[in-house]
């Protein structure tokens, strides 16, 4: 992981990440929920 000196521009990219990766995990446990597997 790179370090900015622009420590704002560098943490909304995590943020953007994170709910990037929370939607997907989310959309993932739908989807399992779905074909009625238990994760």
């Known amino acids: 992981m790179l370090i900015s000196p622009h420590q704002g521009t560098t943490e909304k990219r ?5 709910d990037s990766t929370r939607r997907a995990n989310e959309n ?4 399992a929920a779905y ?3 238990n994760l």
């Open 14 to 18: 995590t943020t953007i990440v994170y």
């Open 28 to 31: 993932c446990q739908r989807g």
């Open 35 to 37: 074909l009625g597997l």
